[in-house]
């Protein structure tokens, strides 16, 4: 069975009620329920995490491939941008991952037009909302078939 783990980074336990006009209404539980359920269609499983800690994502990341992660879908929030540590885990392990952005961060910030994750990833889905999750699963998918 193909393993996806979806990362989450700080601030994204509070989709759903945090700027709604940038980030949309749904929660980070309602996005992980829909992949969920696009996995099983397709024999896959999803197994979803956030942290607002660096450590505890570079943990997760780390463990990605001794847990049998095929691939992982990240959304690191602001650790995008600031997280070389975050950046070296992903060097390290070797696991394909797919990062993914709710809005457009080129739209936002100068300091958000910047990643030091998107060098190193399989893909990159910035502004198309909380649908980039489910691109970057069947992007995932595509890429490594159910086992």
Known sequence: MTRILVL???????????????????????????????????????VGYQSNAEHELIEQVQAAKSLGFDAIIVNAG????????????????????????ISNVYARETFRHHSHLSALAAGVI?????????LALEAALRAHPIR
């Open 126 to 134: 910035v502004g198309l909302g909380t649908l980039g999750y489910e």
């Open 8 to 46: 989450n980074g700080p601030n994204l336990n509070l989709l759903g009620t945090r700027e709604p006009g940038t980030y949309g209404s749904q929660t980070l539980t309602d996005i992980l329920d829909r992949l969920e359920t696009v996995a099983a269609s397709r024999g896959a499983e999803i």
């Open 78 to 101: 602001a650790y995008t941008h600031t997280s070389i540590a975050l950046r070296d885990a992903f060097a390290a392990v070797a696991v394909p991952f797919y990062e993914v952005h």
